[in-house]
Structures are given as structure tokens and as C-alpha cells.
Nanobody, 124 residues
Framework: QVQLVESGGGLVQAGGSMRLSCAAS????????MAWFRQAPGKEREFVAV????????KYADSVKGRFTISRDNAKNTVALQMNSLEPEDTAVYYC?????????????????WGQGTQVTVSS
């Protein structure tokens, strides 16, 4: 059974930092793109960041570019999201996702494995 388990969410003040981690089990994702999405209350789930199998290829949503950094450790089957200069608008449930193939897609339909989500709340 494939599982993705996020950790590291919580409450932080605006301007602060937080690191999310996602541990995969049940299969290796070393040949797949891994991504983070988020869903704020009353809004649709949106793309945040993706990292290809090749760790040198990453993409970010414009809203987080320059503040968030995605990374992965293929040996440990993990992916992380370092979030700096957090803003209240970053408040959401953050989901880790494993892709079907290696291409770093920003489309959530491309991802067939999802974590349960972790809440990130940024206070003003």
C-alpha cells in the first residue's frame, strides 16, 4: 500500500518560516515527480511546487516563487518544502503528491498518490 505522510505543519507568525516534510512508503518515487499543492478554506486546491526526478528541475507557483524551496532525497524517499517569509495568504492545508511519471507537471490530475494533508496557519 502506497502512503504519503506529511508532517511539519502548524501555526506561525507572518514573516516566519516553516518546513514541511513528506515521507513515502510502499513504493519508490525516485523515478517520479513529487509536488506540493495546497487548499485554502473556500478555495480550490492549487499547485505550489514540483520537483522532477532530476533534482535540478523545479517549478513554483508565482505566489511562492523566491520564498519557498522544494527538495527531495531519493535515497530516503522523501520530499520537503521550506517556506520562508510566510504570509497570511499562505494559510492552507498542504498536500504532498506523487506523480505518475518523471515530468514535473503543475496539473494535479497528473498525480495519483496523495498525502492526507497538513494544516499551515500563518497569523498576521
Amino acid at each position: 500500500q502506497v502512503q504519503l505522510v506529511e508532517s511539519g505543519g502548524g501555526l506561525v507568525q507572518a514573516g516566519g518560516s516553516m518546513r514541511l516534510s513528506c515521507a513515502a512508503s510502499g513504493r519508490t518515487f525516485s523515478n517520479s515527480a513529487m509536488a506540493w499543492f495546497r487548499q485554502a478554506p473556500g478555495k480550490e486546491r492549487e499547485f505550489v511546487a514540483v520537483i522532477a526526478r532530476n533534482v535540478g528541475i523545479t517549478k513554483y507557483a508565482d505566489s511562492v516563487k523566491g520564498r519557498f524551496t522544494i527538495s527531495r532525497d531519493n535515497a530516503k524517499n522523501t520530499v520537503a518544502l521550506q517556506m520562508n517569509s510566510l504570509e497570511p495568504e499562505d494559510t492552507a492545508v498542504y498536500y504532498c503528491a506523487g506523480g505518475r511519471w518523471s515530468d514535473p507537471s503543475t496539473d494535479q490530475r497528473y498525480y495519483n498518490h496523495w498525502g492526507q494533508g497538513t494544516q499551515v496557519t500563518v497569523s498576521s
